[in-house]
């Protein structure tokens, strides 16, 4: 095996906002100081919010832009290890997860994209993973996570590979903006694989998960309509039948969701027509 990468090319790029101080980086390594490994901060903030480092191996971008994709991108634009962890700030990350990630790469050379396992605070898997390491295909990777995410920068880079600035918090659709990432990779024709090692933990509950939201399913209906066009009608009633048995709504309740799953679709399709999207595909 050729061991063309070393810890040291790992870089970890965190989506944060607000922060004027690092000490929100101490949690997410409660088995070391955080200054032992390289970081990259993207701090979404105001003028009068200015966070600096004193750590020569962690780096900060003060940006005044709003929207996580806007912040993965500006990561991967100024990233300058060779490989790029996706996180957020309330991960916790697992003794020795630099090391599981770059064995991976070492044996997985043809792989653009690498995503890993996330546990829960209580030591539980936080999602069905697969069991064993495979290809993902369309279907597997609207479960991945962005922290699970890892990514070598050049090939990125190089094909222009970069989260749709229009979906994900703080965006126009705030939800799908990991899986259309992951998707956009896969129409290039480079490898995104799934790697059974935990390397991460967070709590059971993520900002996608609230599926009855009205900002979960504007987004997601958006969403559907970007991947499958006129079929995301049938979906959006699929979803109401969803809503209906998960949730008890009621009648009232779920024509009002009805109507905001339509305007998804509707603002999205304004988008597509203007060919604002086109850039990201």
Known sequence: ????????????????????????????FPFSHFSDFSILVINQTQENKIL???YPSVRV?????????????????????????????DVVFIENFQKIIIKAYNENQNATVICFQTITQKGDSYSNYLKKKKKLNNRKIRKV??????????????????FNEFFGLGSTFQDSETFFFLRSIRYKRLKVLFQPSVIVKHESFSSSDDACSDRVIYARMAGFYKTYGIVAYLL???????????????????KR??????????????????????RYE
């Open 52 to 54: 600096a480092s004193d």
């Open 1 to 28: 095996m050729n061991n063309s990468f070393a810890e040291h090319d790992l870089e970890i790029v965190i989506a944060t906002m607000n922060q004027k101080r690092l000490d929100f980086l101490i949690p997410m």
């Open 61 to 89: 971008i003060n940006s005044f832009e709003k929207g996580l994709s806007r912040s993965r991108n500006s990561g991967i634009q100024s990233a300058i290890g060779k490989i790029i962890l996706i996180a957020d700030d």
């Open 145 to 162: 996570l962005s922290i699970e995410v890892t990514g070598k920068v050049e090939d990125l880079r190089k094909n222009n590979c970069f």
């Open 257 to 278: 969701k009805f109507g905001v799953g339509l305007s998804g679709i509707y603002d999205y399709k304004l988008i597509l027509n203007k060919k604002l999207d086109s």
């Open 236 to 254: 959006l009633l699929k979803y109401m039948f969803f809503l209906t048995r998960k949730y008890n709504l009621s009648v009232f309740e779920i």
